[in-house]
């Protein structure tokens, strides 16, 4: 898609269209990857991937920071789009742990007690201090569980956006999974 590329391209030189053409271009694939995401979490999310979607594509093509942005690719554009889906999900996790939002409290529906929960609000904050931990000494695995986890890349699709080979993010995704599990399990 160098569409994509040289759209990015225009948004960090400031060109205001741009961003308008880029949205077209990339949305049905940020709406597929937010929806894998999405059907990972919790039942009873109130967050939609529409939404999901939405709010990342803002943070993203923010206009007070976007000359920082220095996109280079397709892939460092969806790895970017991870990072503000990751970001999102966590701050609406820190937010429903708050006590005005019954934090400590568990909501349970009738209807859902025999189907098991996701992902619960403690487990994403437990999974992104973790993640925040392995970032400081293997960034790249830290990027490939972004986009494998809050993305929804398979690993070829993780791979190609790393610039690495399918082999070597099978080794990083399963050193990173065993490195998280380690850290989570302790808690």
């Not at 694939?29 to 991937?49: I, S």
Request: neutral net charge; glycine residues 6%.
């Amino acid at each position: 898609m160098p569409d994509v590329t040289r759209l990015l391209s225009a948004i960090e030189r400031g060109d205001p269209q741009a961003s308008e053409q880029l949205l077209p271009l990339v949305y049905e694939e940020l709406r597929r990857l937010a929806a894998q995401k999405m059907a990972q979490e919790a039942p009873g999310q109130t967050l939609q991937a529409t939404a999901l979607v939405h709010e990342a594509y803002i943070r993203l093509i923010d206009c007070s920071d976007i000359r920082t942005r220095n996109w280079n690719s397709r892939g460092h554009f969806f790895g970017a789009a991870a990072e503000a889906m990751r970001r999102i999900l966590v701050e609406r996790a820190r937010r429903k742990e708050t006590l005005k939002e019954g934090g400590g409290l568990k909501h349970i529906e009738l209807g859902d007690i025999a189907a098991p929960a996701a992902v619960s609000a403690v487990e994403l904050l437990d999974l992104n201090d973790a993640l925040t931990q392995l970032e400081l000494n293997e960034p790249q695995k830290a990027e490939l569980v972004k986009l494998r986890y809050f993305a929804g890349l398979s690993l070829e699709e993780t791979a190609e956006a790393l610039g690495i080979s399918p082999a070597t993010a099978k080794r990083y995704w399963a050193y990173a999974r065993a490195w998280l599990y380690g850290r989570i399990s302790r808690k």
